[in-house]
């Protein structure tokens, strides 16, 4: 049978990716929780956006070790610079319950995306579900659009950036 002839199925994540975000999201602080459940339900209820990609927290709650290992991609290690905090410095470090997290999409292939235009479409509805929540891509100069958290919880670091 051709695939053309098959009608359009959602992406879904298996029974051990779904136990994983269970895991992570509870490491979330419980606004920042709530915003994502809301934000999720609506893009599952969505009926283009359910069938172009279904959202997933890839991290929440990350070591000061796992910070450090990260800092060094593309400073010490080879890599593309993925983060300007050391350890002990970024949002994710802090907790749990973790005022940051960071999502990406299983396609219906299979696949992961962190395509730009579904993380702003899901930006917008993370925003709408509670003002407090930021958007990583709408940093002026580093932008970090898998990136979300809520304002009011510093880290040690400083700026804003993730
Ligand atoms: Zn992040």
Same mark, same amino acid.
């Given at each position: 049978?051709?695939?053309? +002839?098959?009608?359009?199925?959602?992406?879904?994540?298996?029974?051990?990716?779904?136990?994983?975000?269970?895991?992570?999201?509870?490491?979330?602080?419980?606004?920042?929780? #709530? %915003?994502?459940?809301? #934000?999720?339900?609506?893009?599952?209820?969505?009926?283009?956006?359910?069938?172009?990609?279904?959202?997933?927290?890839?991290?929440?709650?990350?070591?000061?070790?796992?910070?450090?290992?990260?800092?060094?991609?593309?400073?010490? !290690?080879?890599?593309?610079?993925?983060?300007? !905090?050391?350890?002990?410095?970024? !949002?994710?470090?802090?907790?749990?319950?973790?005022?940051?997290?960071?999502?990406?999409?299983?396609?219906?292939?299979? +696949?992961?995306?962190?395509?730009?235009?579904?993380? +702003?479409?899901?930006?917008?509805?993370?925003?709408?579900?509670?003002?407090?929540?930021?958007?990583?891509?709408?940093?002026?100069?580093?932008?970090?659009?898998?990136?979300?958290?809520?304002?009011?919880?510093? %880290? !040690?670091?400083?700026?804003?950036?993730?």
């Amino acid at each position: 049978m051709a695939a053309s +002839s098959r009608p359009a199925q959602p992406p879904l994540l298996s029974g051990k990716q779904t136990t994983l975000q269970a895991q992570r999201l509870g490491e979330a602080l419980p606004c920042l929780r #709530a %915003a994502y459940e809301q #934000a999720l339900g609506r893009w599952l209820g969505d009926p283009v956006l359910r069938l172009v990609g279904v959202p997933f927290i890839t991290e929440c709650y990350r070591s000061a070790e796992r910070q450090n290992e990260l800092y060094a991609q593309g400073r010490t !290690k080879p890599g593309l610079v993925v983060t300007y !905090k050391r350890g002990g410095q970024s !949002k994710h470090n802090l907790g749990p319950p973790t005022p940051a997290l960071d999502v990406a999409f299983r396609l219906a292939d299979g +696949s992961v995306s962190w395509s730009g235009l579904l993380l +702003s479409k899901f930006a917008r509805l993370m925003k709408y579900a509670d003002a407090r929540v930021v958007w990583g891509g709408d940093w002026p100069s580093f932008k970090d659009r898998p990136h979300f958290e809520v304002l009011g919880y510093e %880290a !040690k670091g400083g700026d804003e950036r993730g």
